[in-house]
Nanobody, 127 residues
Framework: QVQLVESGGGLVQAGGSLRLSCAAS????????MGWFRQTPGKDREFVAA???????YYADSVKGRFTISRDNTKNTVYLQMNSLKPEDTAVYYC?????????????????????WGQGTQVTVSS
């Protein structure tokens, strides 16, 4: 089992930046694809970014060029650097993990494909 704990959320003005962190416990982190999703009330969780075990990255079009996902396997931590934040980025952000099978290089983009989830951290962007 992998436990994930997000941190770094908060209130920021439009155009500002935040860095989210997701700390993982357990021994499977380095062999997990990791993803960030976000959710607002009444909506399904939306894919934001993902990074494979081998550090291949993928981004939703809505955040491409503004957000950067990275991982530090020595710290069992995945990060989401969020720059040029917009009010529409306001959501609860969730960290997710998917144990790698057959060492595939492409992390999944669907929430249903992830096995482990954090509790979420609130990001609010004011105008």
């Amino acid at each position: 089992q992998v436990q994930l704990v997000e941190s770094g959320g908060g209130l920021v003005q439009a155009g500002g930046s935040l860095r989210l962190s997701c700390a993982a416990s357990g021994r499977t982190f380095s062999s997990c694809h990791m993803g960030w999703f976000r959710q607002t009330p009444g909506k399904d969780r939306e894919f934001v970014a993902a990074i494979s075990w081998s550090a291949n990255t993928y981004y939703a079009d809505s955040v491409k060029g503004r957000f950067t996902i990275s991982r530090d396997n020595t710290k069992n931590t995945v990060y989401l650097q969020m720059n040029s934040l917009k009010p529409e980025d306001t959501a609860v952000y969730y960290c997710a993990g998917d144990p790698v099978k057959d060492w595939g290089i492409s992390p999944p983009r669907l929430a249903d494909d992830y096995d482990y989830w954090g509790q979420g951290t609130q990001v609010t962007v004011s105008s």
